[in-house]
């Protein structure tokens, strides 16, 4: 500071920067805290006019954003002395804590506010109809099932689960059929990569899995689930198909309990105008053996595209327990006999529900399922 052209030098305009007289500073210390005194007044005052949320917001924006008061003397922080700087900042900072806490109550009677007047204008109407709930169905496979096991339920007999994938003992061996046996070109079977393990190409291995697991109590099961055969598919040929099959071993089973029941059930299934007949057939595991058929609830048995114009549909497969097969589940064929069936479910559930095509049952057509 030096004299120029004999004139005083002129104090420097206040800018909010602090002067270096201890007198100046004093005012200016006094200048900002009344400014801020004043903001905060402003502020509260016209916070108390705020209605809406988007008044709020532009109230925020003014009073608590960057170019606010209260933002701006934090920023120019660094142009205090340390004397002044905690002074300062203590002041401001009371002002945003007194501006923040009243905006966090507005706010929170905004919000209110604007809940209350949704609730009363948009008033729920219960007697409204819901969305319609997308429900699926039983497939009419699984629903037939169930119409087989609640009337071999009522027979007495009990559901027993045995393995899809079977050993090959299991599907022939110990169903008197051995290794080589021209017998197991009866099943065309889907073999694995591991030796000796089989896709099951009927329910008959069940037979020897409940024998050994009943023995030595009676066994009256039945026995449902996939069966897989590598055919060419056509209107009545799948390569995976449902299949039950029926077991009953006791001292004193007849062939005459084997045709009583599988009459009855095919009168419980069909009606009781549905009658049966068994004729003579072959099967390794069973002895003697018959096919059962039912005579063709289509054309009352007088011939039709269905039954081939024979008069009589086939049902399945059944005989007596053959005693090796017996000797195989563990009981001694002198002392205990039985009776078996195997009935297709696919093909009753064809019958039963006067389906034209097995493949419909297995393409998963909505149109199709839906019609049950
Ligand atoms: N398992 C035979 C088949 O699928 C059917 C059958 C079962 C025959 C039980 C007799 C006794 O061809």
């Given at each position: ?95 945003k804590v007194a501006l923040e806490n009243a905006y966090a109550l507005k706010e929170e009677t905004i919000r209110r506010k604007a809940l209350l007047s949704a609730m009363a ?169 018959a096919e059962l058929d039912m005579a063709c609830i289509f054309c009352g048995g007088v011939g039709c595209g269905v039954c081939h114009g024979t008069g009589w549909i086939e ?40 389906i034209d095509d097995i493949r419909y049952l297995r393409n998963n057509d909505i149109r199709f399922l839906e019609q049950f």
């Amino acid at each position: 500071m030096g004299k120029k052209g004999g004139t005083a030098v002129e104090p420097r305009p206040f800018i909010g920067r602090v002067f270096l007289s201890a007198e100046k500073k004093e005012v200016n210390m006094i200048d900002i805290e009344i400014d801020l005194q004043k903001e905060q007044q402003a502020a509260l005052e016209s916070l108390e006019r705020v209605e809406s949320p988007e008044a709020l917001d532009t109230w925020k924006q003014a009073h608590l954003g960057k170019s606010s008061l209260v933002m701006t003397t934090f920023g120019k922080m660094g142009s205090f002395s340390k004397v002044e700087r905690p002074q300062v900042g203590r002041a401001v900072n009371q002002v945003k804590v007194a501006l923040e806490n009243a905006y966090a109550l507005k706010e929170e009677t905004i919000r209110r506010k604007a809940l209350l007047s949704a609730m009363a204008s948009e008033k729920l109407d219960v007697t409204l109809p819901g969305y319609p709930v997308q429900r699926g169905r039983m497939h009419p496979v699984n629903l037939l099932m169930r119409e087989i096991y609640r009337i071999f339920g009522d027979m007495g007999f009990q559901v027993y689960r045995s393995p899809e994938v079977e050993t090959d003992d299991m599907n022939f061996t110990y169903l008197n059929i051995p290794p080589y046996h021209p017998a197991r070109d009866m099943w065309d079977t889907f073999y694995t990569e591991d030796e000796g393990v089989v896709l099951r190409t009927h329910t008959s291995p069940g037979q020897i899995r409940s024998m050994r697991d009943y023995y030595p109590n009676p066994v009256r099961v039945i026995l449902p689930g996939a069966c897989m055969r590598y055919e060419q598919q056509d209107q009545s040929h799948e390569i995976e198909f449902m299949q039950f099959e029926l077991l009953v071993v006791d001292k004193g089973v007849t062939f005459a309990n084997l045709k009583g029941t599988m009459d009855d059930f095919t009168k419980r299934m069909f009606g009781p105008g549905a009658h049966t007949r068994l004729r003579p057939s072959h099967f390794p595991f069973t002895e003697p053996s018959a096919e059962l058929d039912m005579a063709c609830i289509f054309c009352g048995g007088v011939g039709c595209g269905v039954c081939h114009g024979t008069g009589w549909i086939e049902l399945g497969g059944c005989g007596m327990v053959h005693p090796r097969v017996l000797k195989y589940g563990g009981y001694d064929p002198e002392v205990y006999s039985g009776f078996a069936a195997g009935v297709g479910i696919d093909r009753t559930t064809l019958l039963r529900y006067h389906i034209d095509d097995i493949r419909y049952l297995r393409n998963n057509d909505i149109r199709f399922l839906e019609q049950f």
